[in-house]
């Protein structure tokens, strides 16, 4: 008997007749410096060869327009200006900076349009969409991850991985991370507050509060999470941290999503963070 796993990742639940993409996809990281051992953030320009041509922009128009309709407000994406893409023969990185970043890349008769919107409160981290040459936008799938931007310092949330099996026991997710930018030149302390777990059934946005559950503490980097609610980020630097809490059940039958809301203090002002989980099932074949 063989064994095999069915990836039901967020940004693959809305399903068409679109081919599957090759290639890496963006990444939505902000960092503070390239000596943190991170890559520094940037706008990536694009060169003669890689500017869009009249359709490109027309396609990347045409997904903007359709955004609202997945769940994305208008605000998050206003600076995301369709004249301003990259149309690269090859997939690159992209890195979230003070702007709104897009590439287009095209594959026979296909777009893949990539989107990574300037980090404001509540924006997510990354978009995706597929669409025909002729203009019909296939597929527009939302990330459930999302940003906090406060005061010179932003927050990403990052989902877990997890597994389970074809009608077995679900999975359990008991922490979420946090990407967190510090640019000020003062370190900076975060207070965890309380945690949600969010849902979604039907591939739309988790956004469903299912439950409280306890948090079980915050830790920096690779360290445990051992009941400590506060962690200190240094100045100008970017750190890793994990939240812990009761773990929540996270069963993929078709299109479920889930994810941990995070709520922080800082400064005395409360930001809440989202980190969406990528759950993979488990089929067993004769």
Known sequence: MRKWWLALVPLA?????APPRTGSTPTATVNASAPNGHEA?????ATRAERCDAKAIDTIRAVLDRLSEHGVRADHVADCQPEQATCPAEYGPLAAGDA???IAHRRDGWWDVDIVPRPTMGAPTRIEATTRVAGTVDRVNVGGSTWAV???VRIEGRGEHAWHTHGGDAARIGSAELEVTNDRNDPVTLRLVYARWLTAFSCELPREERSRPKVAG??????LVEGAMTAEIPARATRTVTVGHEAQEAYSASCER???AVTLDMDGERVEVIAEHEVMREEELD
């Open 258 to 260: 889930f994810a941990t």
């Open 150 to 152: 406060i005061d010179g």
């Open 13 to 17: 639940c809305a399903s068409t007749d």
């Open 100 to 102: 709104c970043q897009i």
């Open 218 to 223: 915050m830790a920096v980097g690779s360290e």
């Open 41 to 45: 953030p940037r706008n990536r320009k």
